[in-house]
């Protein structure tokens, strides 16, 4: 089974804080994305990452910043948090075959900036 | 840009079957997929088109017809555990980006 984890399922920060969320899979795909879903605007995709070091800007990269070291690990930054990163953040993997685009989601965090 | 729009609720009775429409606006399609989520839990994957027709999974089908931006999710012989979120989904461009819809909430009753 395709496991995707997270470092944490609830966040508590404080406004100006900076943020890592960090997001580990264990299938050796090729792609990795970070999402975040708020009630009423579905998932909304952060940033995406199709290769180790490689990054690209989703549809809402503001305030944002993702790191890709490692093929395994894609990490969620947020330089200076504030209350309206307030979300739940979502990970995604998926392989670079097989059923184009199919993903596999980590059980999410809620963060909370206060 | 991409558009997607799908119903924000839907009620059906336990037993019967019930059709999840999804709209769609996007340039450089490549595929739609269906995702169910219940309360506080990840989304899973159900389903995915690239071509047109029904692809029947179990109980659940799904429809994609390109021309029309248009697809439905079929959820047949419904369960009370069908109670969830369903999610539309586009990919597009060459990087497997994925916009999802707001999801449809469909409540399952007695």
């Known amino acids: 089974d395709v496991k995707v984890t997270q470092s944490s399922r609830y966040l508590v920060k404080r406004t100006g804080e900076k943020v890592f969320l960090e997001c580990v899979q264990d299938m050796d795909h090729e792609n990795m994305f970070w999402y975040r879903q708020d009630p009423g605007l579905g998932l909304r995709l952060i940033y995406f990452s199709y290769d180790v070091k490689m990054k690209e800007k989703g549809d809402i990269p503001e305030g944002y910043s993702v790191s890709r070291e490692k093929k395994e690990r894609f990490s969620l930054i947020l330089e200076s948090a504030s209350t309206n990163q307030t979300s739940m953040y979502l990970c995604?993997?998926?392989?670079?075959?097989?059923?184009?685009?199919?993903?596999?989601f980590g059980p999410g965090t809620r963060l909370t900036v206060t | 840009g991409q558009n997607i729009d799908q119903p924000t609720e839907m009620t059906a009775t336990e037993g019967a079957i019930v059709q999840i429409n999804c709209t769609y606006q996007t340039s450089g399609f490549n595929g739609l997929f269906w995702y169910q989520q219940h309360a506080g839990e990840a989304p899973t994957f159900l389903s995915y088109n690239v071509l047109d027709g029904l692809e029947e999974k179990g109980r659940f089908s799904s429809f994609l017809s390109r021309s029309k931006g248009y697809s439905y999710l079929l959820l047949k012989e419904l369960q009370m555990k069908d109670s969830a979120s369903y999610l539309c989904?586009?990919?597009?461009?060459?990087?497997?980006?994925?916009?999802f819809g707001t999801g449809t909430k469909l409540q399952v009753i007695p």
């Open positions: 989904a586009v990919t597009s461009g060459g990087y497997q980006k994925v916009t």
């Open positions: 995604a993997s998926s392989p670079e075959t097989g059923a184009l685009g199919e993903q596999y």
